[in-house]
Nanobody, 127 residues
């Protein structure tokens, strides 16, 4: 089993930045794929970004490309999501998720392909 703890959310003004963290513990060997998803009020959970522990398989949703950066500290089994130029539409609960499966780029965006989930961290961007 893998346990994920996501943190780092908060309230920020539009144009500001936040850095989310996803710390993994438990059975963390192997080249897991770790992704961030978000769920805005009244909307379904959507893919944001992904990365393997090795740093490969990096993908971003079009809505966050060039503003968000996913990175990781393999030794600490922590994945980060640096969010810059935040917009009110980025307001959501952000979740990290992990899987040991090999996924295509399209499958990476599917919530049903992940075995492990964090509890979520709230990000609120004021206008």
């Amino acid at each position: 089993q893998v346990q994920l703890v996501d943190s780092g959310g908060g309230l920020v003004q539009a144009g500001g930045s936040l850095r989310l963290s996803c710390a993994a513990s438990g059975r963390t060997f192997g080249n897991y794929l770790v992704s961030w998803f978000r769920r805005a009020p009244g909307k379904e959970r959507e893919f944001v970004a992904s990365r393997r522990w090795s740093g490969s398989d990096t993908h971003y949703a079009d809505s966050v490309k060039d503003r968000f950066t996913i990175s990781g500290d393999d030794a600490k089994k922590t994945v980060f999501l640096q969010m810059n130029s935040l917009k009110p539409e980025d307001t959501a609960v952000y979740y990290c998720a992990a899987t040991d499966q090999i996924l295509t780029a399209l499958q990476t965006m599917g919530i049903t392909n992940y075995q492990y989930w964090g509890r979520g961290t709230q990000v609120t961007v004021s206008s």
